[in-house]
Nanobody, 123 residues
Framework: QVQLVESGGGLVTAGGSLRLSCAAS????????MGWFRQAPGKEREFVAS????????RYADSVKGRFTISRDNAKNTVHLQMNSLKPEDTAVYYC????????????????WGQGTQITVSS
């Protein structure tokens, strides 16, 4: 079992930045790949970014590439999502997820989920 708790959400104007954090507890964090997903109202949950167990490898959705950065601190059991140059279309509930492989871009490929944190970007 892995328990995940997100923090850092809020309201920001377009062009601004936010940093999301996800604290993990339970099974050994360093043995788990991590991902961030988001879900906007009326839309399917979509992949945002993922990071391998060691942190050496990352993947991003095309819509956030160059603006968002995923990182992890295995000593602190945390994963972060630095979001820069935010756009109104980034508005969504952001979820932290844990799974066996960072290559997964689909929700079903992740086993554990946080409760989500709301990001609202105003124009």
């Amino acid at each position: 079992q892995v328990q995940l708790v997100e923090s850092g959400g809020g309201l920001v104007t377009a062009g601004g930045s936010l940093r999301l954090s996800c604290a993990a507890s339970g099974r050994t964090f360093s043995n788990t790949a991590m991902g961030w997903f988001r879900q906007a109202p009326g839309k399917e949950r979509e992949f945002v970014a993922s990071i391998s167990r060691s942190g050496a490898n990352t993947r991003y959705a095309d819509s956030v590439k160059g603006r968002f950065t995923i990182s992890r601190d295995n000593a602190k059991n945390t994963v972060h999502l630095q979001m820069n140059s935010l756009k109104p279309e980034d508005t969504a509930v952001y979820y932290c997820a844990a799974g066996p492989s960072y290559s997964g871009r689909e929700s079903y490929q992740y086993d554990y989920w946080g409760q989500g944190t709301q990001i609202t970007v105003s124009s």
